[in-house]
């Protein structure tokens, strides 16, 4: 059991070496974004995060979808 979590744990800390290699040594290391509206292959096929999506539809209409089900 000990020596199962001791691997885990050096498995863990390799992994954990490894991404900080990669932003020290990289220029200007950092770590890409994981943002939609950051991705040019989600650009190019017009898919946007739902908060620009949410913005959008507000810039649209006068009321969110829920007030104008409950109007109609």
């Known amino acids: 059991m000990t020596e199962l979590l001791l691997i885990g744990a050096l498995i863990i800390a390799i992994g954990m070496l490894f991404l900080l290699v990669k932003v020290l040594l990289k220029p200007g290391g950092e770590f890409a974004s994981q943002h939609i509206h950051d991705s ?27 007030e104008r089900s409950h109007n109609n």
């Open 40 to 66: 040019k292959a989600m650009k190019e096929r017009g898919i946007h995060c739902v908060i620009d999506q949410d913005k959008e539809m507000r810039r649209k209409s006068k009321f969110a979808v829920s």
